[in-house]
């Protein structure tokens, strides 16, 4: 299964994106979770990016077409992989069915996760992520035993910058104007599969299991 994960910041791509993952057996490449790894180890490339993410704006095609290249090659991802956060632009999606193309390895779907903005600030701006784990909790939908601390392996738990108030405005104004063109271009190519994504993780994860079952 190679499967693109598409929807507004706070839409639950990425938990959705580990159920998946684990369900098809096939690897979580999150170009968020990449660049946020390079962050914290100091990288070059954590350099580079950290200020883009956050105030909450893409970092450049070249850097991120170039990472998810890289790691498309890599051999976890010669059966399968659910990408979740790429691409994000349309640029970006030409460049994957590209990258594609020359492996003679097409996307089997695009699975658009649909939300109301209303719902997607409480959910970011409650949203707390283990420094230890990555495990994302939520103050009120999904709050810790203890504040501040992970229920799964006692991590500290913290705010993402880009999940504070005034940067997930920007995040929804740079998904609105540059990343949801791709769902037009992913239905005229095809491949689009749009589920509701309000409601419990486990009824989100199953339709888009059923959703998907239909495709093979
Ligand atoms: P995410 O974890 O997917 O919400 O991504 C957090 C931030 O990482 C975004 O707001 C961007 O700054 C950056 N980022 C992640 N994926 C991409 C991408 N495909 N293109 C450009 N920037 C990205």
Not at 136 to 143: C, L, S
Request: hydrophobic share 35%; glycine share 8%.
């Amino acid at each position: 299964m190679r499967l693109v994960l598409v929807g507004p910041p706070g839409a639950g791509k990425g938990t959705q994106a580990q159920f998946l993952a684990s369900h098809y057996s096939i690897p979580h490449i999150s170009t968020g979770d990449i660049m946020r790894a390079n962050i914290k180890a100091s990288t070059p490339l954590g350099l580079e990016v950290k200020a883009y993410m956050e105030r909450g704006e893409l970092v450049s095609d070249s850097v991120t077409n170039e990472m998810v290249r890289n790691r498309l090659n890599e051999a976890d991802a010669s059966h399968g992989f659910l990408l979740d956060g790429f691409p994000r632009n349309v640029g970006q999606a030409e460049v994957l069915r590209a990258i594609l193309s020359e492996k003679k390895t097409p996307l089997d779907a695009v699975l658009e996760l649909s939300i109301k903005t209303s719902e997607i600030v409480a959910r970011l701006s409650g949203r707390r992520i283990c420094r230890n784990c990555g495990k994302a909790w939520h103050v009120d939908f999904e709050p810790t035993q203890a504040d501040g601390t992970c229920d799964a392996c006692q991590g500290e738990l913290y705010q993402r910058e880009d999940d504070k108030e005034e940067v997930i405005t920007r995040r929804l104004q740079v998904f609105e104007e540059q990343t949801a063109p791709i769902i037009s271009f992913y239905r005229t190519e095809g491949l689009l599969i749009t589920i509701n994504a309000s409601g419990s993780v486990s009824e989100i994860t199953e339709r888009a299991i059923t959703a998907l079952s239909r495709i093979h």
